[in-house]
């Protein structure tokens, strides 16, 4: 399994832009697709988007779609969630996690290495 680690959460106004990083370690960064999940008290474990191995081809939640971007750097082994347009509706923890099985996938179960998630919340 990979160890995750995300960054770059923090505090930030409503309409601005924050870009998460997820590195990775322990493995081989090519054999798993990507994911950022969010934990609100709602929900534990909301998809955010999903990235595949080459990352070519990308998934996102209706709710961020067209405001969030997915992207890696497989020579780095980081992925990325650059988030724009923030809404106070973004405020979560958000996890990066890797998925050795499918070639992109939204569901949670399919995901088996998880980071320890980094804090983004967003004031009106």
Known sequence: QLQLRESG??????GSSLRLSCGASGGTFTNYAMGWFRRTPEKERAFV?????????TIYADSVK???????DNAKAVVYLQMSSLKSEDTAVYYC?????????????????????????VSS
Do not use: E, K, M
């Open 66 to 72: 067209g405001r969030f971007t997915i992207a890696r």
């Open 97 to 121: 996690a890797a998925d050795r099985v499918h070639p992109i996938t939204g569901g949670p179960l399919n995901y088996d290495s998880w980071g320890q998630g980094t804090q983004v919340t």
């Open 49 to 57: 988007a999903s990235i595949s191995r080459s990352g070519l081809a």
């Open 9 to 14: 959460g923090g505090l930030v106004q409503a």
